[in-house]
């Protein structure tokens, strides 16, 4: 990354330095005296004017505190602030330069406010950890807050507990658990005796089916519990009464002596069988307990997580310290200006790029994850970018995600909603991704150039094969139908005792598995489209033909030399008529592509245009490549001999000089046949 530097900015108080990433001017941030004088930087020269906190690959909870009124937004102001107070705390602002998790006292400013909290918390910090050091770092922090809400939770939990009734006394946990097992399974029994009470024919079907049993009853039984869990708990009966001992559904009956034992033998002792109502009763004392001691639970946690924030709170000002002095340089780079996103190390890359998507033998080095789907749909497609959207799953972690890539070199034939590829994170895992959505705009020059006819060939293509799949399911259809209704009218006329059908009745009922008039429609298009191409040869070919004469008469050329000339910049003509729009359009969208509104969709307020030229776009999309070298492949494709070759070619020439020919032949009185 060149630098250019100037001092058109040193009348503002500060002698900044500038250069040249991505075809944009951009202020340099080098040195953590450049931070320091931030707020004299020109806010219209800033990169980013605000980022979110969440979702990018970047410590949350430096951000979090960083983000003063709480709007889950990193503004200027907020950057500013940082600024000001980091002025008030380090004796050198260059120590951010470091990006290290740790500091030494010596380092801190003792002369001012900011400075004394830090060192009074740093104090107490290693007062309770008992430890006597003239430096510290976040580790010590991370572990004295983990002490203290240990600390809080067994001060908590030594207080006598929270006292609400326990309604089966010191086996109410077990209560808990063994009514939580059976819960949905009793509650379907009591179901269907309403319905059996509902509609007594209904017995049979809400029972266990015979043939279910029967089905597996030639095996080990055992074997088949999970499948037995499914019966009913027990038979369902008129009379809504669920049977305590007997008559239980074997897979089940482990689970419902454990419930009869610990409550049923207590609320009803002695009984055999119990109603709804009464277990509705055992439901409502459970519910009261589970919810009285989840109430205490909270009770106890809100008051740890109470005190803990209480003593963070104490200890911020070190803790702010040390997290911007690790990550604020970092972050300078990605917000003021967009070094790391520059500078294509992949140590050190963008905070909004979240991995590698490979697909169809590349990797793609651009990929952010996706906030809002709905707000990129809207944006997007002003990038100029070309973007696979894919869906992410990964199976270790249980999470989903929405990613967009950006595709910046190679082919896109192959490329399609539902292709599958593989997506690394910034730690490694990997991600099933399926592409859910394609943004399409050019990737190279080379790829406009062939465009038009690839899109030509595919669309004749699509017209035939969709056109011949049509008609010969049409024929498939016509002809089953005729041989059915043939085969009736023979049967018919064999009972009727009638004379055999001739060979020419049966002639007529032979179905034409291909009719060319109906292909006439899509060769009429397909004429239609190169008629006007012919049109437009002849109409270039007559001022071609009129140049061809003037040359021949003015430099004694030989007529058919200048014919021979003006084939050749026909042929050039026509190449720069198909592809050129394709191409011109392909050069204009390439020099403005613009990476800011793919991430003004993801919440970012991008102040300058993020440019990806071709050059810078090629690091960004890495393709396969294989060694030259020649291997004996024993399926491999037989060559053909260079001299068919040279005859096809031969070929094409004369057969695309002779349409040419045709094309000029009334378009000069000595040519013309």
Not at 46 to 69: A, H
Not at 130 to 148: E, P, Q
Not at 618 to 645: C, G, H, N, R, S
Not at 663 to 671: D, E, G, I, K, T
Request: hydrophobic residues 45%.
């Amino acid at each position: 990354m060149a630098k250019n530097t100037s001092s058109a900015y040193a009348k503002n108080g500060y002698d900044w330095k500038f250069s040249t990433v991505g075809g944009i001017t951009r202020v340099n941030i080098e040195t953590g005296e450049d931070i320091a004088h931030l707020d004299e930087l020109d806010q219209k020269l800033w990169t980013v004017l605000s980022c979110p906190v969440k979702g990018l690959e970047f410590d949350e909870r430096t951000l979090s505190i960083m983000d003063c009124d709480g709007d889950g937004k990193i503004r200027v102001n907020e950057i500013l602030s940082a600024v000001r107070w980091l002025r008030d705390v380090l004796r050198n602002m260059n120590y951010l330069e470091t990006g290290a998790d740790y500091i030494n006292f010596m380092d801190i400013r003792d002369d001012s406010d900011a400075g004394k909290e830090v060192i009074d918390a740093a104090r107490l910090i290693l007062n309770s950890l008992s430890a006597n050091n003239d430096s510290i770092s976040l580790g010590d922090v991370d572990k004295y807050m983990t002490i203290y809400e240990e600390h809080c939770k067994a001060e908590l939990e030594a207080q006598p507990p929270a006292t609400y009734n326990k309604p089966y006394g010191d086996d109410s946990d077990a209560a808990v658990k063994a009514v939580v097992a059976m819960r949905k399974k009793i509650s379907d029994y009591f179901m269907r005796c309403k319905l059996v009470q509902f509609d007594s024919d209904a017995t049979e079907a809400l029972d266990v089916q015979v043939e279910k049993i029967a089905s597996i009853s030639g095996g080990n039984l055992s074997d088949n519990m999970a499948e037995i869990a499914e019966y009913p708990l027990a038979r369902p009966s008129n009379d809504g009464l669920l049977p305590l001992g007997n008559g239980i559904n074997p897979a089940w009956q482990a689970d419902m002596n454990a419930l009869k034992a610990i409550v049923f033998d207590k609320d009803f002792a002695g009984q055999e069988s119990i109603s709804e109502e009464q277990w509705n009763s055992v439901l409502a004392k459970i519910d009261a307990y589970t919810g009285a001691k989840t109430d205490a639970d909270n009770a106890v946690a809100d008051a740890i997580a109470a005190k803990v924030a209480t003593h963070a709170a104490a200890i911020l000002p070190v803790e702010r310290l040390l997290r911007y002095c690790r990550d604020f340089m970092t972050l300078i780079h990605n917000y003021v200006v967009f070094k790391d996103f520059y500078l294509r190390d992949d140590s050190r890359l963008a905070v909004f790029q979240a991995g590698k998507l490979f697909i169809d033998q590349r990797q793609c080095d651009l990929c952010i994850k996706v906030a809002d789907m709905g707000k990129q749909t809207d944006m997007a497609g002003l990038s100029g970018l070309y973007l696979l959207y894919c869906h992410c799953t990964s199976k270790v972690s249980g999470k989903e995600m929405d990613i967009a890539a950006a595709l910046t070199d190679g082919d896109v034939d192959s490329l399609r909603v539902g292709k599958n590829a593989i997506f690394y994170d910034r730690n490694g895992l990997d991600w099933d991704a399926t592409v859910t959505k394609i943004i399409d705009n050019p990737i190279s020059i080379r790829q406009a150039f062939w465009s038009p006819y690839k899109k030509f060939w595919n669309w004749i293509t699509e017209k035939i094969n969709k056109s011949a799949a049509d008609k010969e399911a049409a024929s498939m259809d016509k002809l089953t139908s005729n041989a059915d209704n043939s085969l009736t009218e023979m049967k018919t006329e064999l009972d009727q005792k009638k004379e055999g059908t001739t060979e020419a009745k049966l002639k007529e009922k032979t179905v034409q598995m291909f009719d060319i008039a109906k292909f006439a429609g899509i060769f009429a298009a397909i004429g239609l489209a190169l008629g006007f191409v012919m049109s437009a040869i002849s109409s270039l070919g007559k001022g071609m033909m009129n140049l061809a004469t003037t040359m021949s008469v003015k430099s004694a050329m030989p007529l058919f030399v200048g014919i021979l000339i003006v084939i050749l910049l026909l042929i050039l003509a026509i190449i720069l008529i198909i592809s050129g729009p394709s191409m011109f359009i392909a050069w204009t969208k390439l020099r403005k592509r613009n990476l800011g509104p793919v991430l003004n969709a993801n919440g970012w307020a991008i102040n300058s245009q993020i440019r990806i030229n071709t050059t810078f776009g090629a690091t960004l999309t890495q393709l396969a490549k294989y060694p030259k070298i020649v291997l004996d492949d024993p399926f491999a494709e037989k060559k053909m001999p260079l001299w068919k070759k040279i005859l096809i070619w031969a070929a094409v020439i004369i057969i695309l000089g002779i349409i040419i020919m045709l094309c000029l032949r009334n378009s000069h009185p000595l040519y013309g046949f």
